[in-house]
């Protein structure tokens, strides 16, 4: 318990609770309190050991039936699903929101492809979304289910769940589309070495947990995930409408198809 706030703080999804909920109303950044919970807090080998299992068969079954939607650009829905599915079953994670920015080998002749944070069309939505969930760093099953052109799809891994990552430094390319950031030099002067500072002057604050991190995809390929922010879903499990798996609610997957797989484990 947080005694000051009042605040419980011994089950996941404790930002559901109406003291923090009253918090978050006071300070738009206070979701980035409990991601940050979530990556100082101590674990032990035993529930790492068991978070992994779970966790894995969880991913593997609700990326089986994401492909069965055919759904595209659905990272915020599906990590929005995961989340709540791994918080019933009691395990510790955070959807964290920011840019994404995949370079390809040279010799695959393919361009570089960024989902941008901001850009003139979104100031403010963020380009992709994906969850921490200890022991995984980044668990993103969405990554290949994007709009692709060319080629690219081919070096993109079927879904991003990992353990080991290359941290790396954060550019503003990799969150401002180079539009914004022409407008932001010639337009409001002010210079690209502050243009992190102005347009997500609390990224700082995530990052000193959740720095960018890169990923190996397929063939040489590299997928860098580069944190803004924290999201949480306002609605639970049983109020998630946000995609259909063949006539199946989330709810209603997780109830008859996860749960089961789960105790037969």
């Known amino acids: 318990m947080n005694l000051k706030k009042k605040i419980p703080l011994d089950t996941p999804s404790f930002y559901d609770h109406a003291n923090f909920l009253a918090e978050e109303q006071k300070d738009n950044e206070y979701l980035n309190k409990y991601s940050a919970f979530i990556a100082l807090k101590p674990y ?3 529930y790492l050991r068991n978070a992994r299992g779970k966790i894995t068969r969880i991913v593997n079954l609700l990326h089986s ?3 069965l939607c055919k759904r595209q650009g659905a990272c915020l829905d599906i990590s929005s699903i995961l989340v709540r599915v ?14 994404c920015a995949i370079t390809f080998p040279d010799s695959s002749k393919e361009g570089d492809t960024h989902f941008y944070s901001v850009t003139k069309k979104q100031l403010s939505t963020p ?21 692709y052109d060319g080629n690219k799809r081919s070096y993109i891994p079927e879904f991003v ?7 790396s430094t954060t550019e503003p390319e990799d969150i401002i589309s ?3 950031a022409h407008d932001l ?15 997500c002057p609390s ?10 991190q890169i990923v190996e995809g397929i063939n040489g390929a590299k997928i860098k995930y580069v944190p803004t922010g924290t999201h949480a879903s306002v609605e639970k499990l049983e109020g998630f409408g946000n995609i259909d798996f063949n006539g199946l609610s989330p709810s209603e997957l997780y109830k008859g198809v996860i749960e089961p797989a789960l105790r037969q484990a």
């Open 161 to 167: 769940m990992t353990e080991d990552t290359q941290i």
């Open 44 to 46: 032990s080998n035993e």
């Open 127 to 147: 380009g992709h979304f994906w969850v921490y969930a200890p022991p995984f760093k980044i668990i993103d099953l969405s990554i290949k289910e994007q709009a």
């Open 65 to 67: 039936h994401l492909l």
């Open 203 to 212: 990224m700082h604050q995530v990052q000193r947990h959740f720095p960018a």
């Open 178 to 180: 180079p539009d914004v």
């Open 185 to 199: 030099i010639h337009i409001y002067n002010i210079p690209k070495r502050k243009h992190l500072d102005y347009i």
């Open 86 to 99: 791994l918080e019933l079953q009691g395990i510790w994670c955070a959807c964290l929101k920011g840019g």
